[in-house]
């Protein structure tokens, strides 16, 4: 059986071919099941509002899952499933910071100068680990060892209609 990085590297080309983005992938057992769970979105988005649709979820499902009975990196059965990150989700890993560039961020940092700082999440910058929020009080540079938590943060407008 393929570890889950190995299992990840394995389907990361088909991820990208259909224009998508990988924001996790684990596989855990709930109840008597395994379920090997697949977040993905869309690559490009003109905003945050324009993710994944579910019949792009369900095609990259059948793309995925016939990738996998090909290769068979999991020996035993399991249930596959392909999610959205959703509009407001959390931001755990770097690749999740330099996906969410441009997006409105919570970000909350800890130690003796912990703080909340809420804004647009401006960069994230691979040299020294640093992002950079503009907050209402101006831009703020965290060092990405100091978050405590962070998550994107989507406010609907009044009187826009949501489309399910």
């Not at 393929?2 to 990840?8: A, C, T, V």
């Not at 369900?58 to 090909?70: K, M, N, R, V, Y």
């Not at 800890?110 to 020294?128: C, F, H």
């Amino acid at each position: 059986m393929l570890s889950i990085e190995g299992i990840e590297r394995l389907i990361e080309p088909v991820v990208a071919q259909l224009g998508l983005v990988m924001h996790g992938i684990e596989l855990e057992k709930e109840g008597r099941d395994l379920v090997l769970r697949i977040v993905v979105d869309r690559a490009e988005k003109a905003n945050a509002s324009d993710g994944i649709t579910v019949d792009e979820l369900a095609h990259a499902s059948d793309e995925i899952g016939a990738l996998l009975d090909l290769e068979n990196p999991i020996e035993s059965r399991y249930r596959l499933t392909l999610e959205s990150p959703g509009i407001e989700r959390d931001l755990q890993t770097w690749r999740h910071f330099k996906y969410a560039v441009g997006e409105k961020v919570r970000i909350v940092t800890r130690g003796e100068e912990a703080a909340v700082y809420e804004g647009e999440l401006v960069s994230a910058n691979d040299d020294n680990r640093c992002i950079e929020v503009n907050t209402k009080d101006g831009r703020v540079e965290i060092d990405a060892t100091q978050i405590k938590s962070a998550r994107t943060v989507f406010e609907w407008e009044i009187g826009e209609k949501r489309k399910f």
